[in-house]
């Protein structure tokens, strides 16, 4: 989608050593890749509503019938991002939306969207960039495309509060909301889930032990799994309420887990930093 990213995901491929082309004519496509089937770097090729000769049809045809070729590996990676999200961005760059014409913004996304929704349907990876700062999604694009299958898949466990809303890159999600809340014991308040009281309070909890056991379980069984399957990297998190406390713990004991079998996992807690607060903490 016009607006969603797409350069700052070309930047980050370039940079990672890829030959970025952006808006290549479609009809030179397996010209370009013929040109270019010696060269070492891969290429990563941009285009959208804007490109000459756009159209989706034309796209995945050229696609499947240039992945049919032994010499050539292809991915196809939508960039999307929610209508509101699209308005708010152009808003407030007061940039013309490509397809909005004599009509509001509004109307050039719902067009946007209806001509792209074959290719949505048809990419292998869809990244979701509605609550993804520049910066986020420079990672999400680092993570994925910036090791060689030959090397170890990159596992991220993190920790989240659904009172804040739902982390968009999710592969695996855990809700440990079923456990009692340390928010609701004064003592235990201010603390986090890297703090041993709250630790101790999660651990005495009869639901935690075989809950936790059989998610350990599952894990260790599908990662492996995923590797198998050439994926470059994994993104598991635990949400509870706040995201201070149940699955911050839970992320923390998760990564125990995986490092004890061999993983090397990244541990990120998005709500760590927010202040408790009485109104978000229903359950």
């Known amino acids: ?11 980050v491929l370039e940079d990672l050593g890829w030959e970025a082309i952006d808006n290549f004519p479609l009809r030179l496509l397996a010209s370009l890749v013929d040109a270019e089937a010696e060269r070492q770097a891969p290429i990563a090729i941009g285009f959208d509503s804007r490109t000459r000769g756009f159209a989706p049809a034309d796209i995945i045809e050229q696609c499947e019938g240039l992945a049919d070729q032994s010499d050539v590996e292809l991915t196809h990676l939508f960039i999307d991002c929610s209508d509101g999200e699209l308005e708010r961005r152009y808003n407030e760059t007061r940039r013309p939306h490509p397809m909005a014409r004599e009509r509001p913004v509004a109307g ?6 209806e001509l792209l929704e074959p290719l949505r349907n048809w990419a292998e990876i869809l990244i979701d960039t509605s609550e993804l700062a520049t910066n986020q999604l420079q990672q999400v694009m680092r993570e994925r495309f910036g090791k060689s299958r030959d090397r170890e898949m990159t596992v991220t466990i993190s920790s989240f509060g659904f009172a804040r809303g ?14 009692d809340n340390p928010h609701w014991v004064p003592e235990l308040r201010e603390l986090t889930g890297l703090d041993a009281a709250v630790a101790h309070h999660i651990e005495r909890d009869p ?4 809950a936790f056991s059989q998610i350990s379980r599952t894990l260790l069984e599908l990662l492996p799994r995923y590797g198998a399957q050439d994926r470059g990297y994994l993104n598991i998190a635990f949400g509870c309420t706040g995201g201070r406390h149940r699955s911050v713990y839970s992320a923390e004991r998760a990564a125990q887990v995986l490092r004890e079998a ?3 996992p990244t541990v990120v807690h998005r709500n760590l930093g927010n202040r408790p607060a009485d109104p978000l903490e229903r359950s």
Do not use: Y
């Open 1 to 11: 989608m016009s607006g969603a990213g797409k350069t700052t995901a070309l930047q």
């Open 108 to 113: 050039g996304i719902k067009a946007e969207r």
């Open 166 to 179: 739902l982390p968009p890159l999710a592969d695996l999600l855990f809700d440990m909301r079923f456990l």
């Open 207 to 210: 639901g935690f032990a075989p």
């Open 262 to 264: 061999g993983f090397s």
